[in-house]
DNA sequence: TCTCAATGTTGACACACGTCGATACAACTG
DNA sequence: CAGTTGTATCGACGTGTGTCAACATTGAGA
């Protein structure tokens, strides 16, 4: 996956009625929603604090209770906040007794640096 | 730039009435909201189509007239959500002529992956 | 089973955002 | 200078999103 899309027509030279350029197919509307999606996932200041508090964490998971501190927000927000990045498969849930523990999906977080290569 | 932040403690045992984590700090808000800033402005379908005419194209550069022909929205929202991507500084415009020509900023580009990383 | 603490859900609100038609501006051409 | 074409701005509308208080749910332990 690539933001880039192959040019499949040659350069032209300019003429005075034309700006000149070369038409290009534009990346598909569904990937590009696709993709917009998972961005919009991680367009928010507090989910990217929440996501630097899992990557900081040792073993890289981390409990909700230390993320509601760490972040300006109340409880019921920070969990809104954890089902959208659960929904956009960046993160994952895990309930272990009263606790519930996050970790992030690595394979996620790659395809999104990977389209934006 | 990275997404995570070191861990500046230890990793504690668990204890009955805790659920053990080893709390860290989050990513400073102000360059949290920094990163959604651009995050959000590339988080959007048509921007996304957009900046894949542009980095498909020769030299890495396009007119806002072969754009408004491969997206699905109208001139005006092209115009729009070009604004957007050059407010973020994610593309520069530079007119010649009649034509106004847009190409990627590759350092901003660059910062937003580091911080993915 | 009952209580308590941690977490999730719901409903409501204010605000931001994407979209378009109408219009204004800019630059080339006659 | 007037007309034409490409581009930007404005105003308005509907939708999406972040937030919280209130409530529901879950699980541990007495």
Do not use: Y
């Amino acid at each position: 996956m690539s933001i880039t899309t192959l040019s499949t027509t040659p350069q032209q030279l300019p003429r005075v009625d034309d700006c000149g350029s070369s038409p290009v197919v534009a990346l598909d509307r569904e990937e590009a929603e696709r993709r917009a999606a998972l961005l919009k996932a991680l367009a928010d200041p507090v989910r990217l604090q929440l996501l630097s508090i899992i990557s900081a964490s040792p073993n890289r998971e981390a409990c909700v209770c230390d993320m509601t501190e760490a972040v300006p927000v109340s409880q019921p927000t920070v969990s809104h906040h954890l089902k959208t990045l659960v929904d956009a498969g960046i993160l994952t849930r895990e309930r272990r007794g009263t606790w519930a523990w996050f970790r992030l999906d690595a394979a996620r977080l790659d395809a999104i640096r990977g389209f934006l290569a």
